[in-house]
């Protein structure tokens, strides 16, 4: 086993075969200038010393490390560590990319951005930093996503942000990712796209890779400061991957730390409905980038299913098809029911109700923990917080219990 | 083989149009609206009432640079079962009947998802004159360049307001037949104005050299025909035609299109014109 293989670090546009930018032509230029902007802010002095104020004293930075003994348990005994990103000021991970890419906007002098969001928690943190920041905003959202994620919408409205409620399509993520591309389209002299995860066309995904990173960099120094050694498994939820490779980025060239992301498995992967991009899917190009994607031989893409709004997405980004494709990280699948398992669990065990999303991180690490033994440490990605999916827990069990009772 | 020695009936049709004419008609329609049939007979009636070259669109599922009207009908294309098989059936269909060349439009990942030098051949056995790409730009477009090179098929890329000259020239390297040139920034679909950009951009795209600058987005009108005639090789209009298809069949196509191709004629006739 080599010590220091830095051959799994990628600046991009491209990673390995993947990433790049396949877009039309009059978002090039948008690109360049936030590839340039990005390249100066990362290196200088002033942005970073914003950035790192407005993580400690907005967001409340350095987001703590939980050892979860009672969820741990049902792990195989295993020791589990939770990195608290459902602490985090909006309640998930989308804060740190945002702030980031907020502040950007304004030192390209752009007085307008737009997102597009799934599960609503990049919604709200764009409309939050939009409102901070003092510019306009207006977030796409499917119209699937709007009702399973009401509070969300409310929240973000409440931020003085437009929802669009995208009727295309899916009407899930997708749609909103072409809607808001659209609007990118039309609208690029006055208003920047900001991209909630590590897909999209370059530099997105380097980008938000480089602005998300800071999980696993506070995760790793404090759980060497807690257990005097690294983890040996990695876990994190993978929708467009964004908490994945912020978690992952630390640990890439640590080789006797096992990557896993979680990818959503729906009602199973042998079904129609499921959102398994790099499980089930083929290369191809989606959203202005290449990689994995679910899509029919016809190259159409094929509609993704999950429980969870924030995974419920047919792509995935560049760098995680490189590092599964190098085996570096390993991708499963986990079951809309193995999640809400594992959601209520957490929930019943530490107190803490996580989001459906990092439920599946939960799940994953649950089954890991019991192929690992008791000698492991396991690290999760805790995303997210479960509060805006209330309604969704709440008709899951539910159901479940009636069903219970008749049985 | 040599792509320089190679013409480019696309190119060869701008050419003939402008000495004619003020310019070229380039109509676009996307097959399997309403449905595989009525999408070929429109192609077909298209070029009979006078456009020059036809763009028949591939419908896909994330048509990021449509507006509505593409959106809607491309959407109910693919509801109505359109596989990429029927695009070379089309294209073999009306090909075989009219004499004006056809271009299939279409967004990448089809063309990666069926092999690009499968999709190339395939092109050319149905008698098609290339693609455009509004989704990939020359410096993604290694294998389509290669693809395209060897088999004489004609490779349309984009050009828009934003570019660069640098971006502007590469363009022009790129594309044979014509460049596509983006009229403002933006989607498909009518507009009360062409942007006065498109005027701009077709002067620079002059500037290095372009044969062939067709312009699009937005052009919906006879007299927007003779505007932009006036400056550029061709004039692209999709939105009215899919728009008149779907709300008056073949008849309101054909008079649309007609009406359209008088625009060639010169400012002359156009209302709005100095
Ligand atoms: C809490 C939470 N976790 C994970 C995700 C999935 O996104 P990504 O894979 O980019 O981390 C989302 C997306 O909405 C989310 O809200």
Known sequence: MTTTDARYSQPGPYFGAYGGRYVP??????????SAA???AKTDPVFQAELADLHRNYTGRPSPLTEVPRFAAHAGEARVFLKREDLNHTGSHKINNVLGQALLTRRVGKHRVIAETGAGQHGVATATAAALFGLD?????GEVDTERQALNVARMRLLGAEVVAVKAGSRTLKDAINEAMRDWVTNVATTNYVFGTVAGPHPFPAMVRDLQRIIGDEARAQLLERTGSLPDAVCACVGGGSNAIGIFTAFLDDPGVALYGFEAGGEGIDTARHAATIGRGRPGVLHGARSYLLQDEDGQTQESHSISAGLDYPGVGPEHAFLADAGRATYRAVTDAAAMDALRLLSRTEGIIPAIESAHALAGALELGRELGPSATILVNLSGRGDKDMVTAGQWFELIDRDAEQS | MSGATVTS???TRIRAANAERAGAFVGYLPVGFPDLATSIDGAIALAESGADVIELGL????????GPVIQRATQAALAGGFRLRHAFEALRAITAAVDAPVLLMTYWNPVLAYGVE????????AGGAGLITPDLIPDEAGEWLAASESRGLDRVFLAAPTSSDARLEAAVAASRGFVYTVSTMGITGARADVDSAARTLVGRLREHGVSNACVGLGVSTAAQVAEVLGYADGAIVGSALVAALADGGLDRLGVVARDLASGTRGPGRAPASR
């Open chain 2, 118 to 125: 499968r999709f190339a051949d395939d092109v050319v056995a």
């Open chain 2, 59 to 66: 419908p896909y599922s994330d048509p990021v640079m449509d």
């Open chain 1, 137 to 141: 905003c207006t977030i796409y959202m």
């Open chain 1, 25 to 34: 032509e009059p978002l090039v230029a948008a690109l360049d200038e936030l």
């Open chain 1, 38 to 40: 990005w390249e100066h």
């Open chain 2, 9 to 11: 009936p696309v190119e």
